[in-house]
């Protein structure tokens, strides 16, 4: 994990920073969700890999991409979460008491 920092800081950031951007959007757009069965799939998809990586299922440079990609997408969840949550903490209509 170390490595992935050291010598991956530059797209560990970027990915922070567009999970920050799309965090703070992400309440603006009112759009359709997935469906249950969707989101059930790709949280199995996501539990998969996760094991894999975990596991050490895949050697070599296809490995080292996937945990170099969870990492991004983790990073990213991250980023989106924060900026939600800044998008709240700033923006929010406080209704003054009566």
Not at 49 to 66: C, E, N
């Amino acid at each position: 994990m170390a490595y992935l920092v050291t010598f991956h800081w530059g797209w560990l950031l970027a990915s922070a920073l567009l999970g920050l951007g799309m965090g703070w959007i992400a309440v603006v757009h009112r759009g359709q969700g997935v469906s249950k069965r969707t989101a059930r799939w790709l949280a199995a998809l996501a539990a998969a890999l996760v094991a894999a990586a975990l596991a050490q299922l895949i050697p070599g440079r296809p490995g080292y991409w996937l945990d170099l990609g969870l990492t991004m997408f983790a990073v990213y969840l991250v980023g989106c979460a924060v900026g939600s949550w800044l998008r709240d903490r700033v923006l929010s209509r406080h209704v003054p008491a009566a």
